[in-house]
């Protein structure tokens, strides 16, 4: 059905792609009027181009010049000039839309054409890679024609200090990866002082390797984490409980889901062993908690697979590139269950401060686009999630690789040997072989056996990640293999006969230089130099030697029949497959794919089904040997099913995590958006009166009833809520003559408040109590948010089993996450008044005026609130939050408003009779209640 509606819903693409190619004709058509240009001309270019988009000229009508302008800059600066392809997928991305590229067709230099022309209005275009190394390269690289044209490129890396953030999201366009974008933003909406925040806004994305991104990375969302409490010991005591349970018989697993539970026999087993008389009595859960991540870490998460350990850390290996998780950590104990089974330090359990899926965070761009080879397959989700569709953009030249039928063994070890014989008859020949493999374990087994054959190879994978470019960029050369784990979004082309620019730096290297530096680099003081930098008639040297060596052995390759790509296992998703492919036929070079499977394989054994039973059987019947494989439709096509069995099973995890975090999200918008409005300015003294009477009204009608006698109200209970309101024992309710009317009680209540509010804000002075009263509501606001989070972690966690009341979990989650926001929203501003109100002010002697460049609120301010653990405000909480950043959260009271919304105020006339009437002055409509009891109630 998905793929009717995708066929459906492309039918107009023929019609798009014509109006592409037109446009792109008239881009060829300004090329010889771009050449004649100088180089200052062309870079004036930009300045007019901003002009004319100020002036409300639609960007579509500068496409065709701003592209043959970015084409001139690159032919100019990188030597390359944009094919005629290229400029469809620009144009493509500029409308909002994937553009399907084949691996080797320039997608980098694409993204220039529409990163300059939505740069050109002044708004900010970010640039989103799969890793830090590929955001540094094509920065500097691309960053030359933007530079050229007379734009700054930031760049965004993991670690960099606030001061180097700043310029780089202040620059036209910005480089950096996924989650880095994502916790910055996160970042932004916990820092207590308003220049601490770094980006400026979401206008215009175009993602790299799109689907690694927008799909494979989206089944976990961002989280920022601060130190928890959970002692490490008791990790430690059922990770040692695992190591006696026994299969089957203790516990029931589903390797596929990923699901593990104990019997009931387990259970009594477990509990003996740890000395616990009933586990699942413990009123918190936390011990079933530690249960269930104790049997995941111990049969469901193996070491080489899904983690390594290296330096005494358990590191998570993703499961798409291959990569270590820098980090990142499992949550909700798993990675403390890891470390327990490892026996390694158990570090402390993590709280959320601040959470967004990466869904959620990229629809917050206005507009969205993305680049990959391989996007296809997936575009109905693209399409329901993201609102963008897919465009297939043809290839510059014909696709020459041979993919060959799937070849399939009876046992792993089978598959192994052949894969081995297969590379070491291409290696013989010259032929360049890169070996896929799905996890570190399997890279590890086949680079033995190649070792075994005396073939040279480099193994890539999460341990050895460092030299990925280096490796990559040689897998091409005459008699290379090159074994690698998941070959998604490394984003190096594979050039036959090797990459000159690689290998010419790998022998600046080998020379002693480290070709990373300049000559002209300043060394700042401290800075250590492992190697001097060569000089450019070096570079030009190395350059040259290197170009003849891959010109060589490009002619070589072509004979042997191009690059062999060897897949060793099917992945769960076709486009991991298809990625790999791929790397081969680059360009219209030829090449050949072949892929070994094995009936033992993960994917067959778990989602295989009857048909592989059908073929094991059958292979066993006919003695077939072994190292003989079998090709047939049927097997193909039993995988093709067990493949998309997955995807949808992923797909329903994806939409699973963005259907609850979407609960959150209108919760998150409201929070940031008021936090953002303080931060901006917005003044909560006007709110403050409004504050007290919504604060004594409540405590009046909820212990004075109107209609119930004086005798029968409890007076202490408002006394004492007033003393722990203001700190103070100096209001009396038996003492206010109150006429048994409630109302008469809560204005002379307001009154009081009102009065002690404003001795605080005589004591301090306006300018300081203002910046007080912002930094005390930051502070209760993130107080709040945090534990509203934690609360919402502990209801996600155990809100599937309503699913066994017939309830629905996700109805009942949305039901509850909206009451547990009302009650936050219901008491924040009575926390806030109650901060306030009780501030002990400790006010040094006054000088004639502050020195500059100090603060008002450089003097003592101490908070005797017993509801918050407040300790600072002010100057030195600014510093010391924005130098942390780790207090964090947000709040607002429903329903949201827009971030940057102001209140608003009405101007009363000059010859109004109710012009400067004070909030608690007698009407003067002569009713005898308060103005804002009578004329003033509605204003």
């Not at 066994?804 to 996700?810: I, M, T, V």
């Amino acid at each position: 059905m998905a793929g009717f509606l995708s066929k459906l819903l492309t039918l107009g693409e023929g019609k798009q792609m014509k109006s592409y190619e037109a446009t792109a004709q008239k881009i060829n058509g300004l090329e010889t009027e771009m050449q004649a240009k100088s180089d200052e001309e062309l870079r004036a270019l930009t300045a007019a181009f901003r002009e004319r988009a100020d002036a409300g000229e639609d960007l579509k009508s500068l496409l065709p010049e701003a592209f043959a302008a970015v084409r001139e800059a690159s032919v100019r600066t990188l030597g390359m000039r944009h094919f005629d392809v290229q400029l469809i997928g620009g144009m493509a991305l500029n409308d909002g839309q994937i553009a399907e590229m084949k691996t080797g067709e320039g997608k980098t230099l694409v993204s220039t054409l529409a990163g300059y022309l939505n740069a050109v209005s002044g708004n900010n275009v970010h640039i989103v890679t799969v890793n830090d190394y590929l955001a540094k390269r094509d920065s500097e690289w691309m960053g030359q024609i933007y530079r050229f044209l007379g734009m700054e490129v930031g760049l965004i890396q993991n670690g960099m200090r606030l001061d180097k953030k700043k310029p780089a999201y202040a620059a036209a366009v910005t480089y950096g990866t996924n989650s880095e974008f994502g916790f910055d933003y996160l970042r932004d909406n916990m820092v207590t002082r308003a220049e601490a925040r770094v980006q400026r806004g979401h206008h215009f994305a175009i993602v790299d390797e799109v689907d690694s991104i927008l799909i494979d990375e989206a089944r976990t969302p961002l989280i920022i984490s601060g130190a928890g409490t959970q002692a490490a010991e008791t990790y430690n005591k059922f990770a040692r409980v695992m190591v006696g349970i026994t299969p089957e018989v203790d516990f029931d697993m589903d390797e596929a889901k990923k699901t593990i539970n104990a019997t009931e026999s387990g259970l009594e087993k477990i509990e003996a062993m740890l000395g616990i008389d009933d586990i699942y009595a413990d009123p918190s859960g936390q011990l079933a908690n530690h249960l269930q991540q104790a049997l995941k870490a111990q049969f469901l998460f193996h070491r080489d697979v899904d983690y390594v350990v290296v330096g005494g850390e358990v590191k998570i290996v993703d499961e798409f590139t291959g990569r270590l998780m820098e980090g990142r950590r499992y949550s909700e104990g798993l990675h403390q269950a890891l470390e327990a089974k490892e026996r390694v330090l158990v570090r402390e359990e993590n709280q959320t401060l601040a959470t967004i899926t990466l869904q959620n965070y990229f629809r917050l761009y206005e507009k969205l686009s993305g680049m990959t080879g391989t996007a296809m397959t997936e575009d109905a989700e693209f399409r329901q999630i993201y609102k963008l569709p897919v465009v297939a953009i043809p290839p510059n030249r014909p696709v020459a690789r041979k993919d060959e039928d799937d070849l399939i063994y009876r046992s792993v070890e089978a598959k192994f040997n052949a894969v081995a014989d297969d590379v070491a008859e291409r290696y013989a020949a010259g032929q360049p072989c890169l070996i896929g493999t799905v996890s570190i374990e399997s890279s590890e087994k086949l680079s033995r056996l190649l070792d075994k054959r005396g073939i040279r190879h480099e193994t890539l994978n999460a341990k050895n990640h460092e030299r990925e470019a280096h490796i990559i960029a040689q897998a091409g050369r005459v008699g290379a293999v090159t074994i690698a784990t998941n070959m998604a979004g490394r984003g190096t082309d594979i050039l036959l006969g090797g990459n000159p620019e690689v290998l010419a730096d790998d022998a600046l290297c080998a020379k002693g230089f480290d070709p990373e530096r300049r000559v002209d680099d300043v060394i700042e003081e401290g800075d250590e130099v492992a190697a001097p930098a060569p000089t450019d008639e070096q570079r030009a040297e190395a350059l040259v030697e290197a170009k003849a060596v891959c010109v060589q052995e490009h002619d070589q390759v072509i004979a042997a029949g191009g690059l062999c790509v060897v897949g060793t296992e099917r992945h769960e998703s076709r486009r991991i497959d298809n990625q790999l492919r791929g790397r081969a036929g680059r360009q219209g070079d030829p090449g050949t794919t072949q892929f070994y499977l094995s009936l033992e394989d993960d994917l067959m054994r778990l989602f295989g089904g009857n048909r592989m039973d059908t073929i094991g059987r059958m292979m066993e019947k006919t003695d077939m040997p072994e190292d003989m494989p079998i090709q047939a439709g049927m097997v193909s096509k039993a995988i093709e099913g067990a493949q998309r069995q997955v995807e949808s099973m992923h797909f329903a995890a994806r939409k699973n995590v963005l259907e609850y975090d979407d609960v959150m999200n209108l919760q998150r918008a409201a929070i940031y958006g008021e936090r953002n409005a303080i931060l901006d300015g917005k003044d909560m003294a006007e709110r403050i009166p409004e504050i007290i009477e919504e604060a004594a009204e409540a405590v009046v009608s909820g212990n004075c009833p109107d209609k119930v006698p004086s005798d029968d109200w409890d007076a202490r209970a408002v006394d004492l809520w007033t003393a722990n309101m203001t700190g103070r024992e100096g209001f009396k309710a038996e003492g206010v003559d109150h006429e048994d009317d409630p109302e008469v009680l809560a204005e002379a209540l307001e009154e009081y408040l009102e009065g002690v509010y404003k001795e605080k804000t005589e004591l301090l002075g306006e300018p300081v109590m203002k910046t007080l009263e912002a930094q005390v509501m930051l502070r209760i606001i993130d107080t709040r948010w945090m534990a509203h989070l934690q609360e919402m972690d502990y209801l996600k966690a155990g809100i599937g089993l309503r699913a066994f009341g017939q309830r629905d979990p996700l109805v009942e989650y949305k039901n509850e996450a909206y009451n547990a926001f009302q009650s936050l929203t219901s008491s924040m501003y009575e926390d806030y008044l109650r901060t306030l109100l009780r501030l002990q002010v400790a006010v040094q002697e006054q000088k004639p005026e502050l020195a500059e460049g100090t603060s008002p609120l450089d003097g003592k301010v101490s908070y005797s609130s017993p509801e918050s653990a407040l300790e600072e405000t002010g100057v030195a909480a600014a510093r010391r939050s924005s130098a942390a950043q780790a207090s964090a959260g947000q709040l607002a009271s429903p329903p949201p408003k827009p971030a940057a919304a102001k209140p608003q105020t009405f101007e009363k006339d000059k010859d109004d009779p109710f012009a400067d009437v004070g909030r608690n002055d007698p009407c003067p409509c002569g009713s005898g209640l308060k103005y804002k009891k009578c004329h003033g109630k509605n204003a």
